[in-house]
């Protein structure tokens, strides 16, 4: 009896574990799904943006960029990893 090596990838076992094939793992309604995602979180990012903008009494990005006030800066960053995080948090669930 003779024993030929075959080589297993990780992929085969992903696929033979859960007995799925490759077209059901990579669907073209979960590329589209996230892409549409992306695009509304982007979208809601920008209009967070927006009215945070409206809202201050100082123009924010004339303030950071000609003024180079590093404090508001810092603040700002804060403020727009914090609603990245929401929209992720809401698109994930």
């Known amino acids: 009896m003779e024993i030929k090596p075959t080589l297993v990838t990780s992929t085969d076992f992903i696929i033979n574990k859960n007995n799925m094939s490759l077209n059901e793992l990579i669907s073209m309604k979960y590329i589209i799904a996230s892409l ?11 209009l967070a943006f927006w009215v945070i903008e409206k809202i201050t009494p100082e123009n924010l990005w004339k303030e950071i960029l000609e003024k180079q006030n590093m404090a508001l800066a810092v603040v700002f960053a804060a403020f727009i990893i914090a609603i990245a995080l929401i929209i992720s ?4 669930s």
């Not at 948090?89 to 994930?92: M, R």
């Open 89 to 92: 948090s809401a698109i994930h």
């Open 36 to 46: 549409v995602y992306s695009v509304i979180g982007i979208i809601v990012l920008f």
